[in-house]
């Protein structure tokens, strides 16, 4: 059973102080919604992408600061406001259940209503739909592509963009579609077979008008989908956060 909790989006519309690594003093912001994943939140500040952000942030006084490590996905401007879509790339387990405690007393209408967030209809913090990638027997596959850590910082999401690549092994170029990504792995389709342990260059075409994303890894499984048609699934040789905010923001 997938635990719905892990997709559930929830508005809390609440001042909180966040404090980010190095300020001298908290500033205060409004979460206009929270899951274990990520955030909607205010601030008056702007800040820079394509960078972690380390924050704690106290949600009351009863539960402990969230110590986090977050990353800005998407951002505009409201009035005087910056309002942000933020990722969390790490989150320890102990400050989720501190988020569930923290929902279940102050907003449990959110917790017993039916969830606003479901595996097939997905819209994650940002603009246009994106689901999260859930189940099935490609999930299985690809917990070989990262251990246990990289699976709870980093989440897949469904996609669907032009990939080009170099098979370094045999020396040949190909073409291949995304269908799902993370900032640590792609499941790619391929129409020829891409054996396990081959070594790739890749070129991912993203709609934002800026150059190809160039990233390295390794087919990490294979197999025939249909006639023609092979599922793939390719372990990144390093976590690539800024390629992954790139996908996100389109």
Request: aromatic fraction near 10%; charge should be positive; proline fraction near 6%.
């Amino acid at each position: 059973m997938v635990d719905r909790r892990q997709g559930a989006r929830w508005r809390i519309n609440r001042p909180v102080e966040l404090k980010f690594a190095g300020a001298v003093a908290p500033t205060t912001s409004t979460i206009h919604d929270i899951s274990f994943r990520g955030a909607r939140i205010s601030l008056p500040q702007r800040l820079p992408k394509d960078t972690p952000h380390r924050v704690s942030i106290s949600l009351c006084d009863e539960f402990a600061c969230l110590n986090l490590e977050m990353w800005v996905v998407w951002q505009k401007r409201v009035m005087e406001t910056n309002v942000y879509g933020v990722y969390f790339t790490k989150i320890k387990d102990s400050d989720k259940e501190n988020i569930y405690k923290f929902m279940r007393k102050y907003f449990p209408q959110e917790i017993n209503k039916q969830w606003w967030q479901k595996p097939e209809d997905t819209r994650p913090y940002g603009q246009g739909r994106c689901s999260y990638y859930e189940g099935g027997e490609e999930e299985m596959e690809e917990k070989k592509m990262n251990n246990s850590k990289d699976q709870r910082i980093f989440e897949r999401f469904r996609a669907k963009l032009p990939l080009r690549f170099i098979d370094l092994k045999g020396n040949k170029e190909g073409q291949a579609e995304v269908r799902d990504i993370s900032a640590k792995g792609l499941g790619i389709l391929a129409k020829n077979e891409l054996l396990p342990q081959t070594p790739l260059e890749m070129w991912l075409d993203i709609p934002d008008r800026g150059e190809p994303f160039y990233t390295r890894g390794e087919v990490v499984w294979s197999k025939l989908a249909e006639p023609g048609q092979w599922r793939a699934g390719v372990n990144l040789e390093k976590a690539d956060l800024m390629g992954m905010s790139r996908v996100l923001r389109t």
